[in-house]
């Protein structure tokens, strides 16, 4: 079964700095990755999708990688800000095709001022 | 996008016993999702639900434990049965709309004594 690794450790950074979260998967490559910001006490927010056939995408200060080969994407936030403090979560569509997503475990990202 | 309210928003329950768990959509959407996030865990898909047929569970769930309904193109509910402590958890409900990201209810945070 497909197997969804980020990083458990929390991410430290400064504000201003590049925050990259890193997303490996272990099994079939999905037709398309997401990522989703979940903040305390609330459900996950859509941030941005990519297709296999897609190398990166971009929406404001958030890009996202898609490598097929290494099984990995890698999420970024430039000039990151306290606001961007939240858990981070990437998620692959099943073979099935019918909407269903894999979540991965989340990476909680902490800017400071 | 859509916008989804859960009730209740949390419960503590005693084990033995059932809680209902609402989940409405402000415009009629084909495909609706039941997660659980355990402790410090990622989302788990629990069932999808579309209205006009019955549920389809993921594996390590059942109708018995988790029976759901769809009367619906706006609503659903999810039971928890027979409640032990082990499921204490917060259960989101998701949908899909136009395109592949699912968009969440806030979650219902469910504690069993």
């Known amino acids: 079964s497909q197997k969804i690794e980020q990083n458990s450790e929390a991410l430290n950074i400064q504000e201003g700095k590049t925050a990259t979260l890193t997303c490996n998967y272990t099994n079939y490559s999905p037709a398309y990755l997401q990522w989703y910001r979940q903040d305390p006490g609330r459900g996950p927010v859509f941030l941005l999708l990519i297709r296999e056939n897609e190398k990166e995408k971009r929406k404001e200060r958030l890009k996202v990688t898609f490598d097929t080969t290494l099984k990995q994407s890698l999420f970024h936030i430039t000039a990151s800000q306290p606001a961007d403090s939240a858990t981070y979560l990437c998620?692959?569509?099943?073979?099935?095709?019918?909407?269903?997503?894999?979540f991965g475990q989340g990476t909680t990202l902490q800017v400071k001022p | 996008s859509a916008v989804i309210s859960q009730k209740p928003s949390r419960d503590i329950c005693q084990r033995g016993t059932s809680l209902t768990i609402q989940c409405q959509v402000d415009s009629q959407v084909t495909m609706m999702f039941w997660y659980r996030q355990q402790p410090g865990q990622s989302l788990t898909l629990i069932a999808t639900a579309n209205q006009g047929s019955e549920a389809t569970y993921e594996s390590g769930f059942v109708i018995d434990k988790f029976p759901i309904s769809r009367p619906n193109l706006t609503f659903s509910t999810l039971t928890v049965s027979n409640m032990s402590p082990e499921d204490s958890s917060i259960y989101l409900c998701s949908t899909l709309l136009s395109g592949w990201e699912q968009f969440f209810g806030p979650g219902t945070r469910l504690t069993v004594l």
């Open positions: 998620a692959l569509d099943t073979p099935s095709n019918t909407g269903k997503l894999i």
